[in-house]
């Protein structure tokens, strides 16, 4: 690490410079990745929550499985319940709607709150599991259950209550982060949901089945003209979600290709201006392998300086814009991204030591000449 030493300290503005586009790629990557995180949570957690081994959604006849067009008939439903290997079957009914905070009894009727975009989610408050969409299902049909970001929006409490599609309902229980569809949720149980759905136009029926068990399910889902998936398979039955993470993951590997070509192309034109080094180097008896060595060192140095400062300012940008970005702060999209900047700067470099481990010392010095 001789030579690698002696030219960090002696171009000392060269690789301030590539360390400052290095931790300029990594705050890119690093919040995009972040970002991408939260707006995958606001779309998708509520789905992941939900209790079950997998997902049955209705098969249509041409086409992929779709949230927003599913409806799971009494058939279909009596065909899982009764399907060998099957524990428990728990109906989950979906829709988007709005709701407002109730006036005050004696208060004017205009008193209430303005209206509030919610993921309305029915589903039976026993046996639905432990999960924090199953924790706000209230016991009563007179009832709801808010997610924080829906009593946040709503301006409600335990105790206070709300209006859903014409009907008042008293707040039950305020729980932790559930989203759906980038609206939060709003639980009720089964036949309050199916009077909510059809006053919004549908016809009360199960959206989805979370299935516990070990059946054979393709075959249980082909007899019902369902379709079985996990629930991260499932995913991609929400139509927004991916197009939406699609694209920012899409920028999100642009920019790590851009980062490998940088930092690959620097180290190039470095490793061409240090060839006489490199020759003297080799004339004087110094393995390949210790030459690549001296570099690579070299550019984690580089890479980890730069990654470090790119990630201090994710962090610290992060927790300024949780607030009002849906950001999300998690080995996921911090050390993740900076181990697979680190990965591909040091291949681009690689890729600019061919000079190195080609180089003929007395061609390098000149001797050609």
């Known amino acids: 690490m001789f030579v690698a030493w002696r030219d960090l300290r002696f171009a000392r503005g060269r690789f301030v410079l590539i360390g400052s586009v290095v931790a300029l790629i990594t705050l890119l990557v690093g919040f995009l990745a972040g970002l991408t995180g939260g707006l995958a949570a606001q779309n998708v957690s509520a789905v992941l929550d939900l209790p079950g081994d997998r997902l049955v959604l209705q098969q249509p006849s041409s086409g992929q499985p779709s949230f927003g067009e599913s409806t799971i008939d009494r058939e279909a439903r009596v065909g899982w319940q009764t399907a060998a290997g099957v524990d428990q079957v728990v109906p989950v009914g979906i829709v988007q709607g709005r709701a407002t905070a109730a006036a005050a009894p004696g208060a004017d009727s205009g008193a209430g709150g303005p209206a509030v975009g919610v993921a309305l989610f029915g589903m039976p408050a026993s046996g639905s599991g432990s999960g924090p969409v199953a924790a706000l299902v209230p016991g009563r049909d007179d009832e709801v259950g808010l997610s924080a970001a829906a009593a946040s929006g709503l301006g409600v409490d335990v105790g206070d209550r709300v209006t859903v599609t014409g009907t008042t309902f008293r707040v039950a229980s ?196």
């Open 174 to 369: 305020v729980g932790g982060e559930a989203w759906y569809s980038h609206t939060p949720v709003l639980a009720m149980t089964p036949d309050a949901w199916s009077g909510a759905d059809r006053r919004l136009g549908g016809d009360g029926s199960t959206t989805l089945l979370a299935v516990s068990g070990s059946p054979d399910w393709d075959a249980v889902a082909a007899a019902t003209h369902t379709s079985a998936a996990s629930h991260l398979g499932s995913l991609t039955a929400l139509e927004t979600f991916k197009s939406e993470v699609g694209s920012l993951a899409l920028m999100i590997a642009m920019l790590f290709g851009v980062s490998a070509l940088v930092v690959g192309a620097f180290f190039t034109v470095w490793t061409m201006q240090r060839a006489g080094d490199v020759a003297v180097l080799k004339a004087l008896g110094a393995s390949t392998g210790s030459l690549v060595r001296d570099a690579l060192g070299q550019a984690l140095v580089v890479l980890v300086a730069g990654i470090a400062v790119g990630m201090a300012a994710v962090v610290g940008l992060g927790a300024l814009a949780g607030g009002a970005l849906p950001f999300l702060m998690s080995p996921l999209t911090t050390v993740v991204p900076a181990v697979v900047m680190a990965a591909l700067g040091l291949a681009g470099a690689a890729v600019a030591l061919r000079t190195v481990t080609a180089a003929d010392p007395l061609t390098a010095l000149g001797s050609n000449r």
